[in-house]
Each structure stands twice: as C-alpha cells, then as structure tokens.
C-alpha cells in the first residue's frame, strides 16, 4: 500500500492542505463563472410593449402548428435548437444566448411582436417571412411548452 504525504500550508492547526485550497479554488472559480454566464450570456430582459399581448393570432387549425414546425426548422433551430431550448449550434456564440422557447410564457402577441421587431442578436423577420408565416411560427413555438 502506498503512503502519500499531503503538504501543510500555513503549518499548525491553522493550515490547509494542499488539496482543500484547491476545491476551495474550483469552487470559487464555478462560482464565479456561473455568475457570468448567467450575466454575460444568459438571454437579456427584452420586453414587447403592452399593446403586443393584446395582438391575435388570426390563425387556427391542424395545418397551422405543422406549418410553424416546418418554418421553425428552416429558420430558427441554427439558434433555438432542435426543441427550442436555445441549444442550436449557432446560438452558441451568440450574446445573449438564444431564449429558451420551450420554457417561455409569453403572449402570441408578444411573440408575433418579437419575431417581427427583432432585437440583435434575434433577426426582424418583417421583411423576410410574411405575416402567415409569423403566425405559424407563433404557433408552434406556442406548442413547444406543451411538449
């Protein structure tokens, strides 16, 4: 059986080994970097105007989700991932990180507002998808809480 000796810092009572300084090191260190992540990439406040939830979604029927999920993996999965957890490869570099979709409690209104507005890193989708379209997003980013 091997013996190690474990070297005292400090010496005395008051000492700490070698060892216990450095969990006390990674644990300040996890500290620290979970405080800026959660800073530095966690998704920023970005909040729609009031009148933003009181917009409908004039769509409704089977079609309308299949559509959005077909959109959505066209347009959208590079940076929300393929479940709208904000895990997509592109998203990884992004600041602030991609929203977590599936998790969101958001109005459709909202939603329409955001996809429409943009707010970098986020793209305006005003000019790119038609207003169908972005209802069709709404609604099937809307079914991902449910899933």
Request: charged letters at 20%; glycine letters at 10%.
């Given at each position: ?8 810092i400090?010496?005395g ?6 060892a ?13 970097l ?8 966690g998704q920023?406040?970005?909040?729609a105007p ?5 917009i409908?979604?004039p769509?409704?029927?089977d079609?309308?989700v ?5 959109l ?8 929300h991932?393929?479940k709208?957890?904000g895990?997509?490869?592109?998203g990884a ?23 429409t ?10 000019g790119?998808?038609?207003?169908e379209?972005r209802?069709?997003l709404?609604s ?8």
């Open positions: 059986m091997e013996k190690y000796q474990v070297l005292i400090g010496g009572t008051a000492g700490i080994t070698v216990a300084q450095l969990l006390r090191t990674m644990v300040l260190l996890f500290v620290v979970f405080a800026l992540s959660t800073s530095c990439f920023s406040t970005w909040v009031k009148e933003a939830d009181a409908e979604n769509l409704s029927g079609g309308v299949s559509g959005g999920k077909k959505f993996d066209k347009m959208c999965v590079i940076c991932g393929p709208g957890k895990d997509g490869i592109a570099g992004l600041t602030p990180r991609p929203t977590n979709l599936a998790v969101q409690d958001q109005s459709e209104g909202v939603i329409y507002w955001k996809l507005e943009g707010n970098p890193p986020m793209a305006s989708y005003k790119i998808l038609s207003d379209e209802w069709k709404v099937y980013i809307k079914s991902l809480k449910k899933k």
